[in-house]
C-alpha cells in the first residue's frame, strides 16, 4: 500500500540531551493538535469523502503527518536518551519517565494522554474540512511559536 523509505525524510541529529524541551516537543506527537491525531483526522475523514480526488488527498496528507510524528519521536528520543538520574529529577522528567522509561508515549506537554476526542471525523465533506483548516491553523501557530 505504501512505499516506506527507512530514513527520515528530515534526519534528526540532537548531541545534548534536554530533558526539558522534550516535554514541550512531545505534544507534537500526542498533544490535542499533534501529528498522532493529525494522521488519525484525515485518515479516518477519508473513507465518507464523496469525491474521489480529496479521498486521496487526505490519504496523502493523513500519511505524510505519520511522516511528521515520526521525525517528532526521533526527535524526543534524542533529547531525551541516556539520561541520567539526576538529569530525570532536575528537568522535572522523572515523572514522565517512571510511568514510560525513555520509551516514546503519546501525550500532550501538560501530561495529558492522547485520545481519540483531540479530532472529528463526521462524514460530512463540508465540516470535516472545516476541522482540518482549523486544526492544521492551530498546529502551525504553535510551531511558529515555537519555532519548530
Known sequence: ??????RLQYPV??????PKLAQVIITQFGGPDGEL???MRYLSQRYTMPYKEVTGILTDIGTEELAHMEIICAIVH????NLTPEELERSGFDKYYVDHTLALWPQAASGAPWTATYFQSKGDPITDLHEDMAADATIAKEQL???I
Do not use: F, H
Request: no cysteine; net charge positive; hydrophobic share 35%.
Open 78 to 81: 534524542q533529547l531525551t536518551r
Open 13 to 18: 541529529k540532537i548531541s545534548q540531551v534536554n
Open 37 to 39: 491525531a493529525a494522521s
Open 145 to 147: 511559536a515555537t519555532k
Open 1 to 6: 500500500m505504501w512505499n516506506y523509505e527507512k
